[in-house]
Nanobody, 126 residues
């Protein structure tokens, strides 16, 4: 059974940092793309960042480039998202999600991710 469990969310002031973690089990990192997707109430889910651990290829949304860094510990099946210089518009529920590796171009699309965690709230105050 595939399981994804996020942690690390919380409340932070603008300009601050948080690191999200996602502990994965039930599948091999080598065969999947794994990403962070966020959702604000009333808006569509957005792929923030994604990685294919097998080859290290990454995707970042334009809104987070230069501020967020995705990484994976393949031995521990753990995904991370280091978020720096946080802005109020980063406030959202952040989900960890995994799907069969579709190729780097497709990492930006929410519908390639088949397995989802329960989400962790990130709130950035101004």
């Amino acid at each position: 059974e595939v399981q994804l469990v996020e942690s690390g969310g919380g409340l932070v002031q603008a300009g601050g940092s948080l690191r999200l973690s996602c502990a994965a089990s039930g599948f091999s990192f080598d065969d999947y793309a794994i990403g962070w997707i966020r959702q604000v109430p009333g808006k569509e889910r957005e792929v923030v960042s994604s990685i294919t651990p097998r080859n290290g290829r990454t995707y970042y949304a334009d809104s987070v480039k230069g501020r967020f860094t995705i990484s994976s510990d393949n031995a521990e099946n753990t995904l991370y998202l280091q978020m720096n210089n946080l802005k109020p518009e980063d406030t959202a529920v952040y989900f960890c999600a995994a799907g069969a590796d579709p190729g780097t171009y497709y990492l930006k699309f929410v519908n390639i991710y088949d397995y989802w965690g329960q989400g962790t709230q990130v709130t950035v105050s101004s």
